[in-house]
T-cell receptor
Framework: DAGVIQSPRHEVTEMGQEVTLRCKPISGHNSLFWYRQTMMRGLELLIY????????DSGMPEDRFSAKMPNASFSTLKIQPSEPRDSAVYFC???????????FGNGTRLTVT | SQKIEQNSEALNIQEGKTATLTCNYT??????LQWYRQDPGRGPVFLLLIRENEKEKRKERLKVTFDTTLKQSLFHITASQPADSATYLC????????????WGAGTKLIIKP
């Protein structure tokens, strides 16, 4: 079990650029979550997928953020255009079943200058 | 509004002693509560889950209690070791689906040799 895999680990970009974060969940897990973590706000849920279908995207801060899950083994979170206030660590997590623990990746540290 | 609080100050404990971390919540009736460990540069790692009808849960040197009257969970590490140093996060779920987890800001635990 390789765990949840996220890429890249670090991303530094300039304001206005498009950023794409990637996630490979644990095989067999049918739920996937994107979180953002900052010192000020802690862990915030951005969007949640179940069986590749977005269930709740109420945490997505603005239309600049979008997420897709084209298949059970891959998801992307895109920010276009990026802004300095988007700087944070973005985590992907997967879950094997209702009420099961979350398995987190090691995150992507995004810095927008 | 729903609120979950953990000690914001770092907790310094001498090696070998028991470390006790607190998670308090208000305006909430969680179906269960989870504790995670987070190391610098890593995603949170699940430790224990305790349900509303359980008073106590143990795993090796870890013990979690859940008092729904006091609206409080305590997380204990007995015979603490420097390797236990990390940030510990509690998370509540009331929906039974896990996707509506509400996270505490975490308590940084430092075990001194």
């Amino acid at each position: 079990d390789a765990g949840v895999i996220q890429s890249p680990r670090h991303e530094v970009t300039e304001m206005g650029q498009e950023v794409t974060l990637r996630c490979k969940p644990i095989s067999g897990h049918n739920s996937l979550f994107w979180y953002r973590q900052t010192m000020m706000r802690g862990l915030e849920l951005l969007i949640y997928f179940n069986n590749n279908v977005p269930i709740d995207d109420s945490g997505m801060p603005e239309d600049r953020f979008s997420a897709k899950m084209p298949n059970a083994s891959f998801s992307t979170l895109k920010i276009q255009p990026s802004e300095p206030r988007d700087s944070a660590v973005y985590f992907c997590a997967s879950m094997g079943g209702l009420g099961s623990p979350l398995h987190f990746g090691n995150g992507t540290r995004l810095t927008v200058t | 509004s729903q609120k979950i609080e953990q000690n914001s100050e770092a907790l310094n404990i001498q090696e070998g002693k028991t470390a006790t971390l607190t998670c308090n919540y208000t305006n909430y009736s969680p179906a269960y509560l989870q504790w995670y460990r987070q190391d610098p540069g890593r995603g949170p790692v699940f430790l224990l889950l305790i349900r509303e009808n359980e008073k106590e849960k143990r795993k090796e040197r870890l013990k979690v209690t859940f008092d729904t009257t006091l609206k409080q969970s305590l997380f204990h590490i007995t015979a603490s070791q420097p390797a236990d140093s990390a940030t510990y996060l509690c998370a509540l779920d009331a929906s039974g689906s896990n996707y509506q987890l509400i996270w505490g800001a975490g308590t940084k635990l430092i075990i001194k040799p």
